[in-house]
């Protein structure tokens, strides 16, 4: 399932079947995208992929050509 959590804690669940999009809030480009296809499987759509491009067919949005992924461990 997908959820959002706020700072205080509280949750709030995503609908079955809708698409969570995360967004850069200056240029309005998809960074990535994430979809419950089943109950145990998660569907990321990353910039560059296949089903980037027909995402942004179906939706006449843009991702952001660049995705940058950080990790802290070391």
């Known amino acids: 399932m997908l959820r959002i959590r706020n700072m205080d804690g509280?949750?709030?669940d995503i609908p079955a079947g809708a698409f969570v999009e995360l967004v850069d809030a200056h240029s309005g480009a998809i960074g990535t995208v994430w979809f419950q296809q089943t109950p145990a499987c998660m569907?990321?759509?990353?910039p560059g992929s296949v089903d980037a491009a027909r995402y942004s067919a179906m939706f006449g949005v843009k991702f952001n050509p660049i995705e940058i992924t950080?990790?802290?461990?070391k």
């Open 10 to 12: 509280t949750t709030m």
């Open 43 to 46: 569907l990321r759509i990353i």
């Open 70 to 73: 950080r990790s802290d461990a």
